[in-house]
């Protein structure tokens, strides 16, 4: 007996932004459960539980609107219906990790439900420690499955070996790593970039980039040498050669690369305005991209303004951006900036966001 099919509405994504894009429907509730992702050599079809605005459409970029016949499949039973309520987790490579603390009596039923339930997870794991140090790094004890922290993640078509108790890496930054890769590849028909990865980690921006854009040269910094060792080996793991891992401290070593950089990564939400004078003086005279992220708290007693409360919070951080930026000017002719892009990148907390900013600077 044959698949039941259904004729559905789906949205057409080149495959190189299937990830980003299955991601965005998901998190809007917007992507169909029951039928069965298909593509082609160029194009992902994704399966909508309805029709997309022209808003939607416009917010997803470049996505099309079209239908097409895809097979239907069981519902899997979900996290909730087994429990009877939903734990907050996050899965990196084959480990879920517990986001939120669960009641102690509830945590084996916890780890038991999702190794059953996704059996690519191996290991289950919460966390014990918020992230500490300038390594960034947090601690976690395994609840379930083989005893370790180290796995490989696959995002956007590449593989980033990691330990998560020596590293940080937000697997949720998927969709940014692969706006900024796809900014920096769209320099392809033009000249090459230099692009400098200021708090690099285990490369997730940087052997995006280099894969994406080859005929550019990346250098990738960061403090903790663990986070440097795993980038080298993600640099072999995806055949990239257009990187330099570099372990240290930016305040002390940017000097080494004053003047070169055509595009800059700041990611490090909390405190990178405290770097911009470092990245400043890095940047071209003749001006480049700096891609700077900021963490920015906008309350409201309403729910109902959630939309107010992100511009809110887009607008401090446009406001502490260009603040820092004129602080450093002094009473020279300074730097003239302008803002390209300004989004929402992340909920971090209730009423907290991570906000991103692209902004082109010169001297």
């Known amino acids: 007996m044959g698949e039941e099919t259904e004729r559905l509405p789906c949205a057409k994504a080149p495959k190189r932004r299937g990830e980003e894009i299955r991601r965005a429907l998901k998190e809007r509730k917007l992507l169909r459960t029951d039928a069965r992702i298909t593509s082609d050599d160029t194009y992902i079809y994704l399966p909508l539980v309805r029709t997309l605005t022209d808003a939607e459409l416009e917010e997803l970029g470049g996505t099309?609107?079209?239908?097409?016949?895809?097979?239907?499949?069981?519902?899997r039973k979900s996290i909730e219906n087994i429990?009877?309520?939903?734990?907050?987790?996050?899965?990196?490579?084959?480990?879920?990790?517990?986001?939120?603390?669960?009641?102690?009596?509830?945590?084996?039923?916890?780890?038991?439900?999702?190794?059953?339930?996704?059996?690519?997870?191996?290991?289950?794991?919460?966390?014990?420690?918020?992230?500490?140090?300038?390594?960034?790094?947090?601690?976690?004890?395994?609840?379930?499955?083989?005893?370790?922290t180290e796995t490989t993640h696959t995002e956007n078509e590449c593989r980033f070996q990691l330990d998560l108790e020596r590293v940080y890496f937000n697997p949720r930054l998927a969709g940014?790593?692969?706006?900024?890769?796809?900014?920096?590849?769209?320099?392809?028909?033009?000249?090459?970039?230099?692009?400098?990865?200021?708090?690099?980690?285990?490369?997730?921006?940087?052997?995006?980039?280099?894969?994406?854009?080859?005929?550019?040269?990346?250098?990738?910094?960061?403090?903790?040498?663990?986070?440097?060792?795993y980038l080298t080996e993600n640099m072999e793991l995806n055949h990239v050669q257009n990187v330099d891992a570099v372990v240290g401290d930016v305040k002390e070593i940017y000097g080494t690369f004053r003047n070169t950089a055509d595009r800059i990564i700041m990611n490090l939400p909390k405190s990178a305005y405290l770097f911009l004078g470092e990245a400043l003086s890095m940047l071209k005279p003749s001006g480049g991209i700096i891609h700077f992220y900021d963490l920015e708290s906008a309350y409201s007693a309403d729910d109902a303004e959630k939309h107010e409360v992100i511009e809110r919070a887009m607008t401090q951080a446009k406001e502490l951006l260009l603040s820092a930026i004129q602080d450093l000017s002094g009473e020279s002719p300074g730097y003239s900036v302008e803002i390209k892009d300004t989004r929402k990148v992340k909920?971090?907390?209730?009423?907290?966001y991570i906000i991103g900013i692209d902004a082109w600077i010169e001297r």
């Open 347 to 352: 909920p971090y907390a209730p009423y907290a």
């Open 176 to 229: 940014e790593r692969n706006r900024v890769a796809a900014q920096a590849a769209a320099q392809r028909s033009g000249r090459p970039e230099e692009i400098i990865d200021m708090f690099a980690g285990v490369g997730p921006f940087a052997v995006q980039i280099a894969k994406r854009a080859p005929q550019s040269h990346v250098t990738a910094i960061d403090i903790n040498p663990d986070a440097i060792r």
């Open 64 to 75: 099309e609107l079209t239908t097409r016949e895809f097979a239907l499949v069981e519902r």
């Open 83 to 148: 429990l009877g309520f939903k734990p907050s987790y996050e899965v990196v490579g084959d480990i879920a990790v517990l986001t939120e603390a669960v009641p102690a009596e509830e945590e084996e039923h916890v780890a038991d439900a999702l190794m059953g339930l996704y059996r690519n997870i191996k290991v289950v794991a919460k966390r014990i420690s918020a992230v500490e140090g300038v390594y960034r790094t947090r601690r976690l004890a395994v609840l379930a499955g083989e005893n370790r």
